[in-house]
């Protein structure tokens, strides 16, 4: 009850919230921290928390204010936001398409080497299905975070399915098409509906979604 009153009427504390805490999965990471220094001067005088969670947290006990997500949580007391779409790409290194040319050339890369997703702690389902369609042996090398992945792909291992946003800027990596439709994914600002109420709760969604539109061509590659 407590809790519920401290969300309906933010104002009634004495300086008011300045602290907001956003929570994200890695990817979403990776795409703020690049733009952190717009995201700060537009929220000036405000206090960020950002941290790294796969799992929907608890908005009612302020473990989480803003969580940015490709899913929608099952709750009536939270408003989500669509901001954008993020598109994902096949990516390898250089090396490793050179090694390969032939077989790449005629867009059959279907037997290749090729990075793929645990199916234990799988964060990534969409992603692990659009990958068991194209590619037709089960992958001998498999990761539960984009992070590694993009590794294990810079290294030469195989080809992998990754953000576009987060394969450009390692330049080592190289796109390959091939006869598939891309994969993309919703991006949603999730908030609880008393949460905003409070003004720097408001000001940091608006500033979240000012940059989701401005980078949006980027995110969606």
Known sequence: AA??????????ASNGLTVVRISVDEIRECFLTTHLLELRDAIVGIELEIFSAHEHLDHESRKSDIQIRSCLP???TLIAKRVGRTGYGLYAAGGFIQAHKSEVKRSKVSALPWIGLSPDHLWYPLQKKWLDEVFDPPSTLRFNTMTAIANAAQ???GFALLPHFLARRRHDLEEVSIDKERLQTVEYLIVHRDLLREPAIRRTVDALTAIYKKHKPALAG
């Open 3 to 12: 809790e519920t009153i401290a969300r309906a009427t933010p104002d009634l």
């Open 74 to 76: 099952d709750s009536e």
């Open 155 to 157: 290294s030469g291992a």
